[in-house]
């Protein structure tokens, strides 16, 4: 399967309450929007289409946010909207959200807080 089940693209959009986890911009009123694969599809492993691997963005991989992040790697990895291609669980990979704040994102669609250790920023 090449793409997220219907379920799992209703899961994110209701987690992410259809807005781009990087701006706030809603998705409703974006010019485009996407569902970005935190670690790349391009490295697929089981839990490719999983909750916890997909987030919504405004744009789309050359505009927007979904271009911020492919346009800066190094970034996108330190706020969790990439997750390196030899992390089979990005569930234990915090990210860093417009709407919360740092979290943890499990795989049935929510959220939990996620407090970053000075180690980790």
């Known amino acids: 399967m090449s793409q997220p089940s219907r ?22 009123q974006a010019l485009s929007a996407s569902r970005h ?9 089981p839990g490719l289409h999983e909750t916890s691997n ?12 979904h271009a911020l992040i492919h346009g800066n790697p190094g970034f996108a990895y330190s706020q969790g909207w990439l997750v390196h291609s030899w992390d ?6 915090p990210v860093n959200t417009y709407q919360h704040g740092w ?19």
């Open 88 to 93: 089979d669980h990005p569930e234990d990979i």
């Open 103 to 121: 979290v943890l994102l499990d795989n049935d669609g929510h959220w939990q807080p996620y407090e970053p250790t000075k180690e980790s920023k």
């Open 54 to 65: 997909v987030i919504d963005v405004c744009g789309s991989g050359s505009t927007g946010c």
């Open 7 to 28: 379920r799992t693209c209703d899961l994110v959009d209701a987690r992410d309450e259809c807005r781009c986890v990087i701006c706030g911009q809603s998705l409703e």
């Open 37 to 45: 694969h935190r670690r790349m599809r391009s490295h697929p492993f």
